[in-house]
């Protein structure tokens, strides 16, 4: 019968083996919340070890490439800045690009 006893984030974690021999006889609590259960085994431990390894590299691809991609759609404006020039967008809407200032909310276009 072993307890561990931890802190995580906001809660208390508390792990211990229930006394007795049934199949789901070991118990995690955290804060107000209990999970009863087997404890799992070692080679289920290893193989989701290893599918989350994969899955935290796959995502890392993902994460490391700056920005987003945004699919332009039919009659929804996509708005970008202009670095060296201040107060100054660029709309892209239907195929038509244009520079212009917002004004009352409302895009006013310069050239």
């Known amino acids: 019968m072993a307890k561990q006893t931890g802190t995580a984030d906001k ?3 508390s792990t211990r083996a229930s006394k007795g021999s049934t199949p789901r006889g070991f118990k995690t609590r955290f804060g ?3 999970v009863t259960g087997a404890r799992p085994s070692a080679s289920s431990v290893k193989a989701n ?3 989350s390894t994969e899955a935290l590299e ?3 691809k993902k994460l490391v490439k700056p920005g987003v ?3 332009p759609k039919k009659d929804v404006p996509q708005f970008s800045v202009v670095e060296d020039e201040p107060g100054v ?3 892209r809407l239907n195929g038509r690009i244009e520079r212009g200032h917002v004004v009352a909310g409302m895009f006013k276009a310069i050239d």
């Open 11 to 13: 809660g208390k974690l």
């Open 32 to 34: 107000s919340v209990v």
């Open 49 to 51: 070890v290893s599918r």
């Open 58 to 60: 796959r995502v890392t």
């Open 69 to 71: 991609s945004i699919r």
């Open 89 to 91: 967008f660029i709309r």
